[in-house]
């Protein structure tokens, strides 16, 4: 029994497709070796997540798997937990069954990491140098060298867990996404950030023991932080420190952006750099507030009411401009395509533009905004090149 067949018979499984005789090969398969564990995994990998994130018990759906091979009904026979609503999901199970069943059945679940990382890769450095790289598209776990870490990315969002125990200060895990890719963290407090286009974060694999939970963001960041009032969470930036206490708000903090930026969408934050921290402590704002630092003014932060949509629509994959310079649009295009994009008409610039994609092509985008901002474009070598209008 080879594992594409073995493949094949869960996914009929699954499906509630399976004949006596598939079910009876695969409760055979799943009495050897380490099976049962690898179809707990499977379990846990395809149900837990896609269905509504329910607390299912991998081990009651293991038992209700071998009742039901051993009672063998006629008909169609019944799947893990065939409950009317669950159905629904179907198409999702089949579709996430194919990377689950490859990466445990394939791969002894868990991925070898290359060795050379390409600039379009997301990775986690960990804090003894090795690079893990992720693979936000699929479902699937890294592991690292010694086998202490484990890195799992289900449906877009990471989770870490350390196996081995270790004395001294807490380690820290630096991730990275390029240009043109999201991802989301779960940090070991139940705190849910998502990382845009570009942007980095270091922070501790683990809060325990530290007196408050603290992370380092280059880029943009969206925050759900988990509430505890005894230990603060602290975003730092280049600029500005953000100290929050149990709330959502957005990050942005690109270097090339000359500019650090707090939107507080819900709850509560205070802004300050190091020294406001020390001797005054932070501005705070108040929901729809925006904080940004501003150049050449230290301690100082501009404090104004705004629309929170605008600046969290990336987190839906939504780009939104209003009236933003064409210098800003660009950067945030190259970002959220992951292509370079050399300006020539120097007088384009400051020219503004509103709008709202969701989910256009680049070349889409640039049409729209050349209808009202005119300019003209070619591309080479994978690069988009901006000119003068062609004169008609």
């Known amino acids: 029994m080879t594992k594409l067949d073995i493949r094949r018979i869960i996914t009929r499984y699954i499906n509630q497709e399976a004949s006596q005789e598939e079910l009876a090969i695969l409760y055979e398969w799943v009495k050897k070796g380490n099976n049962k564990e690898v179809f707990k995994k499977l379990v846990q990998a395809d149900y837990l997540v896609n269905y509504e994130a329910r607390p299912w018990d991998t081990e009651v759906a293991f038992e209700q798997f071998l009742h039901t091979i051993k009672s063998k009904e006629n008909g169609k026979v019944k799947g893990l937990y065939s409950r009317p609503y669950l159905w629904k999901y179907a198409a999702i199970a089949v579709i996430f069954l194919g990377s689950s069943l490859y990466f445990l059945l394939n791969q002894q679940l868990f991925e070898k990491v290359p060795l050379n990382v390409g600039p379009d890769q997301i990775t986690l450095e960990l804090d ?112 500005m420190y953000t100290q929050v206490y149990g709330t959502i708000f957005n ?39 925006k904080a940004s630092s501003i150049p050449g ?16 629509s990336w987190t839906k994959g939504i780009l939104v401009f209003e009236n933003e310079p064409m210098g800003k649009i660009i950067k945030r295009l190259e970002r959220q395509y992951g292509i370079q994009i050399d300006n020539r008409f120097e007088q384009l610039e400051e020219r503004r533009f509103t709008g709202m994609f969701d989910e256009e092509s680049i070349d889409r985008v640039l049409r729209t905004i050349q209808a009202h901002t005119h300019f003209s474009y070619d591309v080479k070598n994978e690069m988009i090149i901006i000119n003068e209008p062609h004169k008609q």
């Open 251 to 289: 990050v942005s903090a690109y270097p090339e952006d000359n500019i650090n930026e707090v939107v507080l969408v819900e709850g509560s934050v205070g802004v300050g750099t190091d020294l406001r921290e020390s001797l005054e402590g932070p501005q705070m704002l108040k929901p729809s507030q």
């Open 128 to 239: 003894n140098g090795e690079v893990l790289v992720l693979k936000p598209s699929s479902n699937n776990t890294v592991k690292s060298k010694n086998g202490t870490t484990e890195v799992s990315v289900i449906n877009g969002v990471l989770t870490q867990r350390d196996n081995g125990k270790t004395s001294g200060p807490t380690r820290k895990n630096t991730l990275s996404v390029p240009i043109g890719e999201r991802l989301s963290v779960t940090l070991d407090d139940g705190s849910v950030v998502m990382l845009n286009a570009g942007s980095t974060m270091t922070y501790p694999s683990s809060f325990e023991g530290a007196d408050r939970r603290e992370v380092l963001v280059t880029g943009e960041a969206y925050f759900q932080v988990a509430k505890n009032p005894n230990k603060p969470f602290i975003v730092r930036t280049s600029k």
């Open 297 to 312: 003014e230290g301690n100082e932060f501009l404090i104004e009411d705004v629309d929170v949509s605008p600046y969290i």
